[in-house]
């Protein structure tokens, strides 16, 4: 009896030990990496084209790439040299608009590779991550350096507006469900609000030092955004009133966010190697990134239900289908 006992915890530890390797599995079929063809590239940003492509920045690389659903990646060099790219949006024209901070130029690029370039009235202004399409059919974008808040049109006319917090480097920025942009100022600790027509309000954020960057709007209506240094997802009414909610693992430095179709909030967490997901109730959950050591960065919620990532040091485009 005493071994058929063992032998009966043998055959059901190793059934457990087997389940577990199965999940494991399971698991990395839902999470892939991808590496860029260029070395120390450091892709930063990422969004979802309108040819069914995700396309993302590369930083030191120089280029502007594009993966397919599949994994398959071609870059575009930006004319240049040096340029630095950094933001990237969709247009309203069907191209892909994106900043750079060197070059001092936005750029835009159609999704067959051609790419065009228009530089920026204010000098070492410092165009950032942050560029979004507005509800009047222009794209926004966020100068850190100039500290203003660009628009341009898709025929390549910039009109730049004023922050009022001095040197408060605005960073991210999205269209919000009022009709209005939203940005964060990474070192003014607020969120700003500008109409189309140039006009901003601010909103103080109540962590202080929080370091706000990434910012997106919520199926809910309201705006969320990540605190890296104050290590908290916010979520901003469109009112202007600020609810904070911690995230989970100490010192993750919280970066880009994204929405996704069903309404969760899906973002970065640099420190960590982590990419989180937020209810808007409130509800964390993290994955790890395969790759140590990896910053993931920039985010983008794909229409399909996956969710795609940059890894800035790891030189890679993450993939995770929750």
């Known amino acids: 009896m005493r071994s058929l006992r063992l032998l009966s915890?043998?055959?059901?530890a190793s059934l457990m030990v087997l389940g577990a390797a199965a999940s494991a599995a399971q698991a990395d079929r839902f999470r892939r990496e991808f590496p860029i063809p260029t070395m120390f590239s450091r892709p930063v940003a990422i969004t979802a084209g309108p040819?069914?492509?995700?396309?993302?920045?590369?930083?030191?690389?120089?280029?502007?790439?594009r993966i397919t659903r599949?994994?398959?990646?071609?870059?575009?060099?930006?004319?240049?040299?040096?340029?630095?790219?950094?933001?990237?949006?969709?247009?309203p024209d069907g191209n892909l608009w994106f900043t750079e901070i060197v070059g001092n130029?936005?750029?835009?690029?159609?999704?067959?590779?051609?790419?065009?370039?228009?530089?920026?009235?204010?000098?070492?202004?410092?165009?950032?991550?942050?560029?979004?399409?507005?509800?009047?059919?222009?794209?926004?974008?966020?100068e850190g350096g100039g500290n203003q808040i660009g628009r341009i049109t898709t025929a390549g006319v910039i009109t730049e507006f004023p922050v009022p917090t001095?040197?408060?480097?605005?960073?991210?920025?999205?269209a919000g469900s009022d009709g209005n942009l939203w940005?964060?100022?990474?070192?003014?600790?607020?969120?700003?609000?500008?109409?189309?027509?140039?006009?901003?309000?601010?909103?103080?954020?109540p962590t202080i030092s929080s370091d706000p960057i990434g910012i997106t709007a919520?199926?809910?209506?309201?705006?969320?955004?990540?605190?890296?240094?104050?290590?908290k997802i916010g979520r901003l009414t469109t009112a202007g009133a600020i609810t904070e909610f911690p995230v989970p693992t100490a010192g993750s430095y919280p970066s880009g966010i994204s929405t996704a179709s069903d309404g969760s909030l899906w973002f970065t967490e640099w420190s960590a190697d982590k990419i989180g997901r937020l209810t808007t109730s409130g509800v964390f959950t993290e994955f790890g990134v395969h790759t140590r050591d990896s910053e993931p960065t920039g985010i983008a919620a794909a229409t399909n239900g996956s969710v795609w990532f940059t890894e800035v040091t790891g030189n890679k485009i993450g993939a995770f289908r929750p």
Do not use: H
């Not at 040819?51 to 790439?65: A, K, P, R, S, V």
């Not at 001095?166 to 999205?174: L, M, S, V």
């Not at 990474?186 to 109409?195: D, F, H, V």
């Open 9 to 12: 915890t043998v055959f059901f």
């Open 51 to 65: 040819d069914g492509n995700l396309w993302f920045t590369e930083f030191d690389g120089n280029n502007i790439g």
């Open 70 to 91: 599949s994994g398959s990646i071609t870059e575009f060099p930006l004319p240049t040299a040096g340029g630095k790219p950094e933001g990237i949006a969709a247009g």
């Open 105 to 142: 130029k936005v750029g835009r690029i159609s999704t067959s590779g051609t790419i065009t370039e228009f530089p920026i009235p204010t000098s070492n202004s410092a165009p950032e991550t942050g560029i979004a399409q507005g509800p009047d059919g222009n794209l926004w974008f966020t």
């Open 166 to 174: 001095f040197n408060c480097y605005p960073e991210g920025i999205a």
């Open 183 to 205: 940005f964060t100022e990474a070192s003014g600790n607020k969120i700003g609000r500008i109409t189309t027509a140039g006009v901003i309000t601010e909103f103080p954020i």
């Open 218 to 231: 919520g199926l809910d209506g309201n705006l969320w955004f990540t605190e890296a240094t104050g290590n």
